[in-house]
């Protein structure tokens, strides 16, 4: 920026002056502090949050077994496989009653071919909760992304 000065002091070089105000602030330090800024914080934030230390007392019993996950599949042709064994429809609930009485997880995952009648789907479910079984998970198939 130029200013034309009449006067001929120190400050001016061949009549036009020299080291006028800027008006305009410079991003790019701002910009440049806070990138610093954040990155430190992403470094730091982590460590911030620790766990609490505790030192667990040693046992000699046997660690707790994990129990099988129980499938129930149902097929086209209406055929029903407890844990890919096959299972008679009529003897469902009481096989399902005689496997869920002495389990802690009471979770039952169904998986039904999509073409089965609903009426067969959903007497096949009243069957599992008569049984005993607290929780009925549905299972399905992702769609692919096209």
């Not at 007392?57 to 707790?64: A, I, Q, R, V």
């Not at 129930?72 to 496989?81: F, I, S």
């Not at 073409?115 to 479910?125: D, I, K």
């Not at 599992?128 to 992702?142: A, I, N, Q």
């Amino acid at each position: 920026m130029a200013i034309k000065v009449d006067s001929a002091d120190s400050a001016t070089v061949s009549g036009y002056r020299i080291g006028g105000t800027l008006a305009e602030i410079n991003i790019i330090p701002l910009v440049d502090v806070t990138l610093v800024l954040l990155l430190i914080f992403m470094l730091t934030a982590p460590l911030m949050y620790r766990g609490i230390d505790v030192n667990l007392p040693k046992t000699s019993g046997k660690p707790t077994a994990v129990e099988e996950r129980m499938v129930l599949t149902l097929t086209k042709e209406q055929a029903v496989y407890l844990n890919d064994k096959v299972v008679p429809a009529a003897s469902l609930e009481q096989r399902l009653h005689d496997l869920f009485k002495n389990r802690q997880d009471k979770t039952l995952y169904l998986r039904a071919d999509q073409t089965l009648q609903y009426g067969f789907v959903v007497e096949t479910m009243d069957r599992v909760r008569r049984s005993g079984v607290e929780k009925l998970g549905m299972m399905t198939e992702p769609t692919r992304a096209r």
